[in-house]
C-alpha cells in the first residue's frame, strides 16, 4: 500500500539555524500539507499546497516557513531561523481528494 | 472557526471491555468530521469518517462513531477492544463548504490492559 514518508525521523539544530523537512507524498495526490504537534498539545495545521501554490496557511504559518515541491516528488518545510518554540513532532499529508488526508510518521524537530 | 474538544486524555480499559472515546465540536458551519487513530511511531491513520447520509459509521476493525448534529458530537465506540487498540485516537473536523485544513482534539490514549 502506497504511503507518505518523511525524513529525517528526528532532526536536532541550534537556534537561528535553518531547517529543510521533507517528505514524500503519495504519488498521485495532488494535495499537500504540513501539520505540526508540540508535545502535550493538539495537532495543528500549518499549511496546504496546491498546484504549485499555498491554498490555505494558519498563523502559524508566518515569514519563518515556507514550503516548496522542487520536484515531482518532495515537498518540504522550511524553517529559515528556528525558534526553540519550533521544537514539535512535524506531520506531512497528502491527498487525492480535497478529504482524506494521509499522514507520514512524523519529523521530530528538537531545537536547542 | 472550528474547535474539537475531546474530554478524556487517557482511558484505561480491560481486554474485552466497551469503551467509549469522547468527541464535541464547534463549528459556524457544517463540517465534516473524522477519527484518526496513531499507533506508537507511526503517523495518523484514518479509523472512519461522517461526510453524509447515515449518521452511525463503521470502520473494519469493529469501531463505530456516531454523528449527533443536536449535541455536536461524534463519539467512538467499540464493543469489546483488544491489546492491539491500545493507541492515540483523535477527532478531527474540517468545513464542508470550502477548503479541507483538519482541525484536531487533544487525543485519547487509550491504553487496553490484560
Known amino acids: 500500500e502506497p504511503e507518505v514518508t518523511q525524513t529525517p525521523s528526528h532532526q536536532v539544530t541550534q537556534m537561528g539555524q535553518e531547517v529543510i523537512l521533507r517528505c514524500v507524498p503519495i504519488s498521485n495526490h495532488l494535495y499537500f500539507y504540513w501539520y505540526r504537534q508540540i508535545l502535550g498539545q493538539k495537532v495543528e495545521f500549518l499549511v496546504s499546497f496546491y498546484n504549485n501554490e499555498i491554498s490555505e496557511k494558519s498563523e502559524i504559518f508566518d515569514d519563518q516557513f515556507s514550503v516548496e515541491r522542487p520536484d515531482g516528488s518532495n515537498f518540504t518545510l522550511k524553517i529559515r531561523s528556528t525558534k526553540l518554540e519550533d521544537s514539535a513532532m512535524y506531520f506531512c499529508a497528502s491527498s487525492e481528494q480535497m478529504l482524506q488526508q494521509y499522514f507520514g510518521p512524523g519529523t521530530r524537530l528538537t531545537v536547542t | 472557526a472550528q474547535s474539537v474538544t475531546q474530554l478524556d486524555s487517557q482511558v484505561p480499559v480491560f481486554e474485552e471491555a466497551p469503551v467509549e472515546l469522547r468527541c464535541n465540536y464547534s463549528s459556524s458551519v457544517s463540517v465534516y468530521l473524522f477519527w484518526y487513530v496513531q499507533y506508537p511511531n507511526q503517523g495518523l491513520q484514518l479509523l472512519l469518517k461522517?461526510?453524509?447520509?447515515?449518521?452511525l459509521v463503521e470502520s473494519i476493525n469493529g469501531f463505530e462513531a456516531e454523528f449527533n448534529k443536536s449535541q455536536t458530537s461524534f463519539h467512538l465506540r467499540k464493543p469489546s477492544v483488544h491489546i492491539s487498540d491500545t493507541a492515540e485516537y483523535f477527532c478531527a473536523v474540517t468545513r464542508n463548504n470550502a477548503g479541507n485544513m483538519l482541525t484536531f482534539g487533544g487525543g485519547t490514549r487509550l491504553m487496553v490492559k490484560p
Open positions: 461522517y461526510l453524509s447520509g447515515s449518521t
